[in-house]
């Protein structure tokens, strides 16, 4: 996942718990990011992306299309 995308922070992370796909992605790391044994995140950006994850979490209820919709109603009525 992107970090910058989907946690709102620099960085990004691969998971697995599967061996051989682990294998297969590291054989592939240095083209598209590096080698696995240098680089890494700052406490900081760990910390924003980990904020950034957990908002993205959190329920916007069932019903957040109809409010987006009625918010665009009631900044621009029937101009457009």
Do not use: C
């Not at 922070?9 to 598209?32: C, E, S």
Request: glycine share 18%; charged share 20%.
């Amino acid at each position: 996942m992107s970090g910058r995308k989907s946690g709102g922070a620099r960085g990004g992370l691969i998971a697995t718990n599967h061996k051989q796909h682990f294998d297969h992605l590291m054989t592939w790391l240095p083209v598209y990011e590096g080698f696995s044994t240098y680089g890494g995140m700052s406490t900081k950006e760990i910390e924003a992306m980990a904020v950034g994850l957990f908002g993205r979490l959190e329920p916007v209820g069932g019903d957040w299309g109809q409010k987006v919709v009625d918010a665009f109603k009631a900044d621009f009525g029937d101009e457009l």
